[in-house]
């Protein structure tokens, strides 16, 4: 299958969100596809498809396209629900795109690294009895 891309824009005529290929669309819109795939890209660091889990339900788009926001705050984007406030900067000056499913992931490994699970604490009830006594 050859790459398409795809242009989506909101109602709202915000900037369109360019997919690369209709697999990442595909693959965006199963939620238990997209958990093997969020699992696999953290098979080092187990804790992290646990809160993705948490925080989306393995979800970066939803069924029209448009990339997943969070209920509580619409800053929070994508899989691992990363806050566009505080990181899309720092994400830009990395050369990661956020909106991207496997910028959102890079991104995601990269805070963790430097600070642990405690960027995704309002989820810890759901994902804390994951996470590993240190």
């Not at 810890?124 to 996470?131: D, L, T």
């Amino acid at each position: 299958m050859l790459p398409v891309i795809i242009l989506l824009a909101s109602a709202a005529m915000t900037a369109p969100v360019a997919l690369t290929s209709t697999s990442e669309f595909e693959l965006s819109r199963n939620p238990e596809t997209m958990g093997a795939y969020v699992r696999e890209y953290f098979a080092d660091q187990p804790i992290m498809a646990e809160i993705a889990k948490c925080e989306s339900r393995f979800r970066h788009l939803a069924p029209n396209g448009d990339i997943i926001r969070g209920k509580v705050n619409k800053s929070d984007i994508g899989v691992m629900q990363i806050n566009t406030y505080y990181h899309e900067e720092a994400a830009d000056e990395l050369g990661i795109d956020l909106y991207s499913l496997d910028g959102n992931l890079e991104y995601a490994r990269y805070l963790h690294e430097r600070e642990g699970t405690k960027p995704w604490n309002s989820s810890r009830p759901c994902w804390g009895k994951y996470a590993t006594a240190k």
